[in-house]
């Protein structure tokens, strides 16, 4: 009974009758959904929704073909699953001939292929616009409960830093930075079939207060790179909202500013001389160069380069001794090599051109999305972490299906 109201609250559908009636569609967008939120609260637990998730989509996929259903891509989507072979092509070789095939062809499977497939679903899946926007506010109302639960963590125990539900501070600054500026961005849209915008903005400020909380500069810097975006749309929108949405921030950077604790916190970003965080990464990055150098095509095999760092290249003054690079870019480069790094880039600034109508708020959504994750990317290896990946596959999928069908 409790599955069957739970099918009736993602679909907006009354359910009636025992649970073999359920169309697989609605339990798969129901299991990927709650996969989406309990991910960095347990992996394990992640992984079984999203499993589920997987058996239902295929089932409902083959129960499609027997009815003689053609699936459909548009041309924009079919372009954009080229243009992600070309990124994975581009990685594969690294996988194949890298120090230890093994690990990291296994590596490139679950990044490439077991991850995606929350695209794939999202695409793939017949379902009604409004399945699908519940499942996106489902999921930014959880993290709007896991900000609020951050908040209270840091207040409680009075420690520097707070992890909310789950374990990872740079996981949850992605995840944040991704999913965020959906919350906003539904708030400030003229649209009338976006439903709860009030909602939104409250589940916004917690999402906020949530990163500023756990003391997680990239997050601040991942909000702060989409609000111009935000801004600049939600002028033209509505000019009352505009100013409200302003008004906020301002608000909140003066308490930020106030807060002695936060305002050393914020000032420490530009710090590589007493601050070991920043400092070591950049002696890793310094490291990186000769690094590519020396293997520039294919690099070092998909999670190996941090290795050889540590084994050939670290010096004196990482004082942390750095099992990766911290950045997405760098250690691209020095994995993947050259052709790596061009795959990814090229990935990125597709995925930004994909969607660079701002007319509607789902696409506005999308490049928000991408642009938080990019600018993350630059302080943490961020295509590693399978939940903020998973996540951004999430509101990639939700933006292009909502788009396409409005």
Excluded at 200 to 217: E, K, P
Excluded at 256 to 268: D, E, G, K, M, N
């Amino acid at each position: 009974m409790a599955l069957n109201n739970l099918t009736s609250i993602i679909s907006g559908k009354k359910i009636i009758g025992p649970i073999h009636k359920v169309k697989f569609n609605h339990l798969c967008l129901i299991m990927l959904t709650l996969a989406i939120c309990v991910q960095r609260l347990t992996i394990a637990v992640g992984n079984i929704f999203y499993a589920f998730a997987i058996v239902f989509f295929i089932t409902d996929t083959y129960q499609r073909y027997r009815s003689g259903e053609h699936l459909f891509l548009s041309k924009q989507i079919k372009r954009y699953f080229l243009v992600y072979i070309f990124f994975a092509l581009m990685i594969l070789p690294s996988a194949i001939f890298s120090l230890n095939p093994e690990y990291s062809f296994s590596k490139f499977i679950d990044y490439f292929v077991l991850r995606f497939i929350v695209l794939i679903m999202l695409i793939f899946l017949k379902i009604d616009n409004e399945a699908i926007k519940k499942a996106l506010f489902f999921f930014i109302a959880f993290m709007a409960i896991d900000g609020l639960v951050t908040l209270a963590e840091r207040f409680v125990t009075q420690a520097p830093r707070a992890q909310g539900l789950g374990d990872g501070w740079l996981r949850h600054a992605s995840i944040v930075a991704t999913i965020f500026p959906a919350s906003i961005i539904f708030w400030i849209s003229r649209r009338k079939d976006i439903r709860y915008k009030n909602l939104m903005l409250f589940c916004a400020v917690c999402i906020v207060l949530g990163a500023i909380a756990s003391g997680t500069r990239s997050s601040w810097l991942g909000i702060l790179s989409v609000m111009p975006f935000v801004l600049y749309q939600g002028s033209k929108w509505s000019p009352k909202k505009f100013f409200a949405l302003l008004a906020i921030f301002i608000c909140i950077g003066g308490a930020i500013v106030a807060t002695p604790q936060l305002h050393q916190r914020a000032t420490s970003i530009v710090n590589i001389t007493t601050d070991r965080s920043n400092g070591d990464r950049v002696e890793a990055w310094k490291s990186a160069v000769v690094m590519v150098q020396e293997k520039p095509v294919i690099g070092y095999g998909i999670l190996q380069g941090g290795k050889v760092y540590l084994q050939s290249y670290r010096t004196a003054a990482d004082t942390q001794g750095l099992g990766h690079f911290h950045n997405i870019y760098v250690q691209t480069a020095v994995d993947s090599g050259i052709l790596g790094f061009i795959g990814l880039i090229t990935f990125m600034v597709y995925s930004l051109w994909m969607f660079r109508r701002w007319d509607s708020p789902y696409t506005l959504m999308g490049f928000c999305a991408w642009i938080g994750f990019i600018v993350v990317g630059f302080f943490d290896y961020t295509w590693g972490m399978s939940a903020a990946v998973k996540t951004l596959w999430f509101v990639t999928g939700c933006s292009l299906r909502l788009y396409d069908n409005a």
